[in-house]
């Protein structure tokens, strides 16, 4: 075999490869579908709530069960998680792209997050009635992530109810065909 070696080139972002930019980085990372969720948790007493909409949600370990969520650095919800020690993640249906925006809107106060939201407590964390599945978990350990913290959580329990999620993907909600 005669010729030059070639090396393969990375893929092209918006046309052209550059340089790593905060827009370049966010349209790139807008490509990557993730289910939507929202975490909550609540006071020793199981009052209290908050609650947060989180897409950085995956498995972590399988022995022990753990999953890892990111949460940004200003959130309310993840100051009561750290006080808390505990939380439960909600994934959501296909239908319930309103409660993402209501839990994701910052001037949407606590409470009013939960209001005519129907949820019940499970380990005295709020899980979402209508949710897809659900886990709740112990805080294990907390790392900081630039302008997130990355939360790593045992997974004490755990429930499904079928159906289909909703997908965050290209800046906007879908459903799977």
């Not at 550059?18 to 827009?23: S, W």
């Not at 579908?33 to 947060?52: C, F, R």
């Not at 106060?109 to 659900?134: I, K, M, N, S, Y």
């Amino acid at each position: 075999m005669t010729g030059s070696l070639t090396t393969a080139q990375p893929p092209e972002v918006d046309g052209a490869a550059g340089p790593v930019t905060a827009q370049r980085f966010k349209d790139l990372l807008a490509q990557l579908p993730t289910a939507v969720t929202v975490l909550t948790t609540s006071d020793a007493d199981g009052n209290g709530a908050a609650g947060m909409t989180a897409s950085a949600v995956c498995s972590l370990s399988l022995d022990p069960p753990l999953i890892l969520a990111c949460a940004d650095n200003h959130s309310r919800t993840l100051a009561r998680i750290r006080t808390t020690g505990a939380f439960a993640v909600n994934v959501l249906r296909e239908e319930q792209a309103h409660l993402a925006k209501r839990f994701a809107d910052r001037s949407v106060g606590q409470a009013d997050r939960f209001a005519g939201t129907a949820h019940h407590l499970v380990d005295r964390l709020p899980v979402l009635d209508e949710a897809l599945a659900w886990l709740t978990c112990d805080l294990q350990a907390a790392y900081p992530g630039g302008d997130h913290t990355i939360l790593t959580a045992r997974v004490r329990q755990l429930g499904h109810r079928g159906g289909h999620p909703l997908i965050w993907h290209n800046r906007t909600f879908r459903i799977l065909a």
